[in-house]
Structure formats: C-alpha cells, structure tokens
C-alpha cells in the first residue's frame, strides 16, 4: 500500500504523467551519459512502479533502426534518443508527440535558449534535450610544457599541424592527434564538416547545388588525410568518438578536437589514466570562423506509433530534469553531470569547481549559429549537418569516401569528384536541382 501512494505522489510530481504500472521501450546509443541513465533508471523504475525494456545500439546502428521504425510506423519504440539534425524534420512528418505539457517545476526556460530551439517546430518542443554539446580541443598540458609549446587562446590548424607533429612518438605509442575516422554522417562528418567550413566550404550553394568538388572541401580533406596518416593512431578510419576517448583516456593522444562532452570523461580520475594532466582550448579555425565549432543535442523524443505516451513523457520528465543531474552528481560527482542543458547546471558553484572547462563549453554552445554555418550563404541550417531529410544519406556515403581516402583506396580528387556525383544525383532524385 505504501509503495502505491508513494507511486501515486511521484506521478503527481511529473504532471500526472502516469497512471497504471508499464513497460516502456526506449531506444538510445551506447556513449557513457546513456548508460550512465540507463544504470540509474532504476531510480524511476523504483518510483513509478514501471519497467524499462532497454535497446542500447551503436550511433550508426541506432540510426538506422530509429529512422526505420518511425519512417513506417513501426511502434517498436516508446521512446527515441535522436538529435538535433532529425527533432525538426521529424516533427513536421508529424512522427513525434509534443512536449508542451511539462510540468511547471520542469522549468522550460532553465534550458538554454539554443538548445530549446534546435529541438523545437513552430514554437513546440518535440524532443527533451539530455545533453548538448559543441566541439573543442582536448590537448596533454603537460606533453604541451615538456616540448616547450603553447596552446594559443584560439588555435589555428597550422598550430595543430606543428604541435601534432611535434608531439608524435610512435614508438611510445603516442600519437599527435585523434580525429574522428569511422565512416558515418555523424561519426566523420560531424568532425569533417566543421574543417570544410573553416575551409571557406559549404555543402550546396543558394540552388542547392553541391560544391563537394570545389577548393575549400579539396583543402580540408588533404590536411585531414595528411595529419591522420602523419601524426594519428594506426586504424584511424575505425576510431569514432568511443574510441577516441579509450585512446585518448589511456594517454596514447596528445590532442584530440571532438566533442565538449568528452571533457567530462577524459577529467574523470575514475575512468580517465590522464585526468588531471588535460587542458582545453576553442575548435581550431583555419580561414574563416564561422562553423568551426558544431552543436548537437541528444535527446529523448516519443514518436506518435508509443501507446505508451504518458509513461514515456514521465521517464523524459525525469531524465532530462533538475533532479536527475543532481542525482548523477550526488552518484558519479558534478564533474560526471549531462552537459550542456541547462543554465542552473553551470551556474552552480559545485559544478564550476569540477568542471573548470564548464565557461567554455557553454561559451561554445551559445555562439555555435546553426542559422548561418558557413562563411558564404546557404539555403539550409545546420553546422555538422544539413538540416534536410535526405542528409542522412548523403552524410554517409560523402563519410564513406573520406575514409576511404584516409585509408588510401582512393585518392582526394577521386574521392571528392565521386562525392560531387553522388551527391548531385542524390539531390536531383529528391527534387532540389534539375
């Protein structure tokens, strides 16, 4: 009896979202904030009486399952972890259920005004944002003193290119820099992209015609090959972000630009073998600002198919909330918290003493301009990404070619002019160009 009105009192706490005891399904990625909620689920559980079945998935494999299912109303889900890129498409395919109804102690406008809009569709939220985050550059401060070398304030990638070069020891198994490698829309391309548009390069002019094969994509994809085969691990056309944060946690990277989100990990005495030896600096720039540094949002969204629904909105309104990231500080400490979210997360003085690259983070987040990526015009939004449907298929097969470059199947030329291609044809199918 006791357990039924404690149930009953926590449903009134998350807006009344649930009524009889269910098992939801949610879909979600294996990165280490989701089995980090995965892990404390059971908090909720406990709470509410419900049941979480559980499919954790590579990025690329979930993906594709979450983009099937919803696609032809599969149901297999109650709830999805999708991004940024997907909330606003989906939304206006009317696949997902609106999130307009929190409840009050939710507290909407604690998110970051950025982050709201990015996974918002005509002024409705669609998706609970469980982080956000933008890119930055990881380095070895103290491989960085030991050469006599200096970080400057805003690096550039001819700095990269030397300190790379410089710190690279093969024979120690220590490596100048990581770059993402494996093949995937957002896996390589979230990294490359951002290296075209500081490269002066854009993914389609104002008629939507691709300028794959132009010089600014042929500049970044031979620095890109040149600094990975010169000064990156061996198998880096494998390495996605997991494995970057084992290579460079283990003290095999001097440098390594990703996402913000990683800093908590590779600061984490517990998981991370160079914690307190890290230090951190802006996305490099190579000829213009803009769209050097990307933002991205996981998130938590209940496609229309869930019979779920007010189970499910329960568990988002728990997840993503206030309470949730003290329960992962009081668990793993502050320094562990999902990042990015919310302004009480960086205004509390025990996250800022964990976490000393918080102001950075959260300077990148909100100057990241998904409305203007590039430094010529574009019809599309988007920093790391292309804000249209068929992008997940062009990211992945232009992601495809720069690897294969990498590994050397291919030459740059090559594979840019079969990027060019492709990617026109693609765009000519879907009815952007004649």
């Known amino acids: ?28 990625v294996n990165n280490n904030d989701m089995i980090v909620m995965q892990r404390l689920s059971s908090t909720w559980e406990k709470e509410t009486n419900n049941k979480i079945n559980w499919v954790v998935l ?132 979230a990294y490359f992209d951002t290296l075209v548009n500081t490269s002066g390069g854009r993914w389609f002019d104002e008629s939507w015609k691709p300028q794959l094969n132009q010089q600014p994509w042929h500049d970044a994809l031979s620095f890109y090959v040149n600094l990975l085969r010169n000064y990156g691990p061996p198998g880096a056309s494998s390495n996605g972000f997991n494995e970057n944060l084992a290579l460079f946690s283990t003290g095999h990277c001097a440098m390594w630009i990703d996402a913000t989100v990683a800093a908590g ?23 213009v600002p803009n769209g050097a540094h990307w933002f991205w949002a996981w998130a938590l969204a209940i496609p229309k198919t869930s019979k779920k629904a007010s189970t499910a909105k329960s568990f988002l309104a728990w997840a993503t909330s206030k309470d949730y990231v003290k329960l992962v500080a009081n668990t793993n400490g502050w320094g562990g918290v999902p990042p990015g979210t919310r302004k009480s997360t960086y205004d509390s003085p025990d996250y800022r003493k964990a976490a000393p690259f918080a102001p950075l983070v959260e300077q990148a987040i909100q100057t990241a301009d998904l409305a203007h990526p590039t430094a010529q015009p574009v019809p599309y939004t988007g920093i790391q990404y292309v804000a249209i449907p068929e992008f997940q298929a062009i990211g992945t097969t232009v992601g495809q070619l720069v690897a294969a470059a990498l590994t050397g199947q291919t030459t740059v030329d090559g594979a840019l002019q079969q990027a060019q291609d492709q990617t026109t044809a693609m765009m000519e199918q879907a009815g952007y160009t004649q």
Not at 4 to 26: D, H, K, P, S
Not at 109 to 127: G, K, Q, T, W
Not at 143 to 163: N, T
Not at 265 to 287: N, R, T
């Open 1 to 28: 009896m006791r357990q039924i009105i404690r149930a009953a009192a926590v449903a009134v706490l998350l807006g009344g979202f649930t009524a009889q005891a269910e098992t939801i399904t949610i879909a979600t």
């Open 265 to 287: 990990f590779v600061s984490d005495k517990k998981s991370s073998q160079v914690a307190d030896k890290v230090a951190y600096a802006p996305a490099p720039i190579a000829k």
């Open 58 to 189: 590579e990025e690329n494999v979930l993906r594709q399952r979450v983009t099937t299912d919803i696609a032809t109303g599969g149901g297999q889900f109650d709830i999805l972890t999708i991004g940024s890129y997907e909330t606003p498409i989906w939304a206006k395919q009317n696949w997902l259920a609106t999130l307009d109804d929190f409840p009050k102690n939710y507290d909407l406008n604690d998110i970051f005004r950025p982050v709201r809009e990015a996974l918002s569709a005509d002024n409705h939220l669609y998706a609970a944002p469980f982080y956000a985050e933008s890119s930055f550059t990881m380095y070895r401060k103290d491989l960085f003193d030991q050469a006599g070398l200096k970080m400057p304030d805003q690096p550039r990638y001819d700095d990269i290119e030397r300190f790379a070069k410089a710190l690279t020891k093969p024979d120690q198994q220590q490596y100048g820099i990581c770059l993402r490698g494996k093949p995937g829309w957002g896996e390589n391309m």
